[in-house]
């Protein structure tokens, strides 16, 4: 079975820090990775996704996460926070291995960008 | 545009009246799903679809039913609701290998 941690419930830095939020999954088969962002009010939107290819990906907003499979982390980060930045972030895993193709999700962490 | 179409957007109710939660999609995904999200839990999926006539449970499935009669359209049925389905509800689709879009979400009180 999958599964997926997001270490942090709450992360809050000053705009214009780095941002990380960490994420540690477990799956029995090659992952395929995403982070999801959800403004309050609003629905999910894709940052970005790991499918195998680049163990470094690229998203919107200046958002980059790095697959690590020794670690089993797929921690997202952006190099300077911005106001627009604060929201809850969800790390999802797809299950590929079964018929189900569940998306499993992390708890969420909340950032919080102070001014 | 591709999206995922979601009504209503709000829904107050009483318990054990019926109620149906539409959702459609225009980018002609086999698979289609519905997820409710719970403060400190993230999204759990309810049900989902891996084409027409072809359904089944997810992780939380109690007090639920689902059909999809049509490729586009997934909906979510609630025969007798109870206060303990007041919740956030998303649908979603994509192909079987892809990321999922979804909707703007449902947000539903049963009192």
């Known amino acids: 079975a999958q599964s997926v941690t997001q270490l942090d419930s709450h992360v809050s830095v000053s705009e214009g820090t780095p941002v990380l939020l960490r994420c540690n999954y477990s799956s029995s088969y090659s992952p395929s990775l995403f982070w999801y962002v959800q403004h309050p009010n609003k629905g999910l939107q894709l940052l970005l996704k790991?499918?195998?290819?680049?163990?470094l990906v690229k998203g919107i907003n200046g958002f980059e996460a790095e697959f690590k499979k020794s670690e089993t982390s797929f921690h997202l980060t952006k190099p300077s926070a911005h106001m627009s930045d604060a929201a809850e972030y969800f790390c999802?895993?797809?299950?590929?291995?079964?018929?189900?193709?569940?998306?499993?999700f992390g708890s969420g962490t909340r950032l919080q960008v102070q001014p | 545009e591709a999206q995922v179409t979601q009504n209503p957007r709000y829904l107050i109710t009483v318990t054990g009246k019926k109620l149906t939660v539409t959702c459609s999609q225009n980018m002609n995904h086999e698979y289609m799903s519905w997820y409710r999200q719970d403060p400190g839990l993230g999204l759990r999926q309810i049900y989902y679809?891996?084409?027409?006539?072809?359904?089944d449970k997810g992780d939380v499935p109690e007090g639920y039913k689902v059909s999809r009669k049509e490729k586009r359209n997934f909906p979510l049925i609630l025969e007798s609701p109870s206060p303990n389905q007041t919740s956030l509800y998303f649908c979603?689709?994509?192909?079987?290998?892809?990321?999922?879009?979804f909707g703007q979400g449902t947000r539903l009180t049963v009192v």
């Open positions: 999802v895993v797809r299950d590929m291995d079964t018929g189900r193709r569940a998306l499993t």
């Open positions: 679809s891996m084409n027409v006539e072809v359904t």
């Open positions: 979603a689709s994509s192909t079987m290998n892809t990321e999922a879009f």
């Open positions: 790991y499918t195998s290819a680049a163990t």
